[in-house]
């Protein structure tokens, strides 16, 4: 089996972080040079970290400053080989087996199981692709661990065997992005296959870089005391922390108001934007003593 070209997409550490911030996806260095590694060596790169810290993104910004096609595979507890895979179009070939009575039965086999009723699923889709693609396998952590063992065949060799038309091999590796909330752990085997990134929630002084590059207009003064909020917020005990996404949401509802001061009235009302749930609410609103 011949093994499929990976191109590689950066030339340096440093050229990462470039081209990540211009689309608009700021890292620090050790992503950075974990995202060049899995590039230079070809190995598909496992994110684990809590949601919201921007591991999916990540794979969107590989995508978008490689010019490439972003094929995804959101996992899912009950997702199986055909919704990752491939599967035939079974009403397709019903009419035709039905408009081809007059056919023998191996003529029509040899018809219906052809490319022309092959519904493509992600995988085949990514190793089928001649363009520069990448990968997405999101949330893989909800997947049933039998997908575990899919993956691990098809992260191996780049291919699929479909029994009726043999082993489609790629010839152009996808950068490949395996994500993981850690809800549950990955098999050991799968994690050798994997270069491993562990991302958390960035620190005061990245945050507000981001911030300032998302949402430009918003005063200096004001992000820095909405990230240092946030991240008063990220030491509490909620069901669910600020994500990075919902500190921007913050910062354009912040400017969309027209406050100009961050004090407890304006945190009291838009506090909805950064927690979700009623008793996160209220242990924000007594540990941070508002109203």
């Keep these: 089996m011949v093994s499929p070209v990976a191109e590689p997409i950066f030339g340096s550490v440093e050229d990462v972080m470039t081209r990540l911030a211009e689309t608009g996806y700021l890292c620090d260095k050790a992503t950075a040079t974990t995202v060049y590694?899995?590039?230079?060596?070809?190995?598909p790169l496992l994110i684990e970290g809590p949601a919201g810290v921007g591991k999916?993104?990540?794979?969107?910004?590989?995508?978008?400053?490689?010019?490439?096609?972003?094929?995804?595979?959101?996992?899912y507890e009950g997702v199986d080989e055909s919704r990752a895979?491939?599967?035939?179009?079974?009403?397709?070939?019903?009419?035709?087996?039905?408009?081809?009575?007059?056919?023998?039965?191996?003529?029509t086999k040899q018809d219906v199981f052809s490319e022309e009723f092959l519904l493509t699923r992600p995988l085949l889709t990514a190793i089928r692709r001649t363009e520069p693609t990448v990968l997405?396998?999101?949330?893989?952590?909800?997947?049933?661990?039998?997908?575990?063992?899919l993956l691990l065949e098809v992260l191996s060799d780049f291919a699929v065997t479909v029994p009726e038309l043999g082993t489609i091999v790629a010839t152009r590796k996808p950068f490949v992005v395996l994500t993981s909330n850690a809800t549950r752990e990955l098999s050991e085997a799968l994690k050798r296959r994997c270069l491993y990134l562990h991302?958390?929630?960035?620190?005061?002084?990245?945050?507000?870089?981001?911030?300032?590059?998302?949402?430009?207009?918003l005063p200096e003064?004001?992000?820095?005391?909405?990230v240092r909020v946030v991240h008063v917020l990220r030491g509490m005990q909620l069901k669910k922390l600020p994500s990075v996404a919902e500190t921007i949401d913050w910062g354009?509802?912040?400017?969309?108001?027209?406050?100009?001061?961050?004090?407890?009235?304006?945190?009291?009302?838009?506090?909805?934007?950064?927690?979700?749930?009623?008793s996160d609410h209220e242990r924000a609103t007594a540990e941070l003593k508002l109203g």
């Excluded at 590694?37 to 190995?43: N, Q, T, V």
């Excluded at 009403?91 to 039965?105: G, P, T, V, Y």
């Design 56 to 75: 999916t993104e990540l794979s969107r910004a590989v995508a978008q400053t490689a010019g490439a096609e972003l094929v995804r595979l959101q996992c």
């Design 85 to 107: 895979l491939y599967e035939w179009n079974h009403a397709k070939q019903i009419l035709r087996i039905q408009a081809s009575s007059e056919n023998s039965w191996e003529e």
């Design 221 to 226: 003064a004001i992000a820095e005391q909405m």
């Design 199 to 217: 991302l958390d929630f960035p620190d005061e002084e990245l945050e507000r870089r981001i911030l300032a590059s998302r949402v430009p207009e």
């Design 136 to 149: 997405l396998i999101d949330e893989t952590d909800k997947a049933d661990i039998e997908i575990e063992g």
């Design 252 to 278: 354009r509802t912040l400017l969309a108001l027209g406050l100009d001061t961050l004090d407890d009235a304006a945190v009291q009302a838009t506090l909805g934007v950064v927690l979700k749930h009623r």
């Design 37 to 43: 590694l899995a590039d230079r060596l070809g190995k």
